[in-house]
């Protein structure tokens, strides 16, 4: 992935789409993909608080997995990798994207970005949707694998079709450049749409821009607005601006429409 593209609209509006992580559409953009904060350890609520470490040395991947889990939040960051890595090794896929992670970020001293690839890719084949997106990023940026476009598009669609935001986000951003898809500005609109159903405030942002603009979608101002007025309750600066020029060309009736919208859509959350 790497293009951005900038397209200034007429109307005062801009439609912006350019790849961007969490809210990084409020300073510019990057040309980069940014793993958002969803995408840390994942850490089950109810860690057990005597851990059976017989059971973890004897190969019981749950059991290893809670004990890496212990060191993990002690701040053990060696000894969580340890256990992590003997967890993900047993084919645990919570484990694999733990350790996976750690090895990507140098977490416990050790950076290896080929071989958090691995683990990535063993958790994205199970079915773990954060290692699909992630496992689709690196693909993307081409950080320890060969840059596949193609393959990167493959896997973020598996985890939008699971339901996850980020990707929904992504695969809007791949369907509207045409990188690994072919470009389809309907389908672009479709994914942003219902990332910004899933309260993605980028998404929710182009998703009143498609609106505007009749891009992917018919034209329609109050939709616009509805999506529009919801990123900027979300503190997008963006559509804050946005928002206003938008107001300044509708009809009062038509302003108030959008705002039932958005007052309705926020009370359905």
């Not at 397209?7 to 510019?28: E, H, M, N, P, Y």
């Not at 059991?63 to 993990?72: G, P, S, T």
């Not at 990188?179 to 990332?195: I, Q, S």
């Not at 938008?246 to 359905?268: C, K, N």
């Amino acid at each position: 992935m790497k293009t951005n593209l900038n397209i200034c609209a007429a109307a005062g509006l801009t439609v912006a789409f350019l790849l961007a992580g969490c809210g990084s559409t409020d300073g510019g953009g990057s040309s980069e993909i940014v793993i958002p904060p969803p995408d840390g350890f994942q850490h089950p609520t109810d860690v057990p608080t005597a851990i059976d470490q017989n059971k973890a040395e004897a190969g019981d991947a749950v059991a290893q997995f809670n004990l890496a889990l212990k060191h993990d939040i002690a701040g053990q960051s060696a000894s969580a990798a340890e256990w992590y890595q003997k967890a993900a090794d047993s084919g645990l896929a919570q484990a694999q994207f733990n350790y996976a992670l750690m090895l990507e970020k140098g977490i416990a001293g050790k950076q290896d970005t080929p071989l958090a690839v691995v683990y990535y890719e063993r958790a994205a084949r199970q079915g773990l949707v954060e290692a699909r997106y992630n496992f689709a990023l690196m693909l993307a940026e081409g950080r320890g694998v060969l840059e596949d476009d193609q393959a990167a598009a493959a896997w973020m669609k598996r985890a939008a079709d699971q339901g996850y935001a980020n990707a929904q986000f992504q695969m809007g951003y791949l369907c509207k450049v045409g990188e690994g898809v072919a470009k389809d500005d309907a389908e672009a609109a479709k994914w942003f749409l219902r990332a910004a159903e899933n309260l993605h405030k980028d998404a929710q942002y182009y998703a009143g821009l498609c609106y505007a603009h009749g891009i992917g979608v018919e034209q329609d101002l109050v939709q616009a607005y509805k999506w529009l007025n919801l990123a900027a309750a979300a503190d997008h600066a963006r559509a804050r601006r946005d928002k206003e020029v938008l107001t300044d060309q509708m009809i009062p009736e038509a302003v108030a429409e959008g705002q039932r919208l958005s007052v309705e859509f926020q009370a359905a959350q």
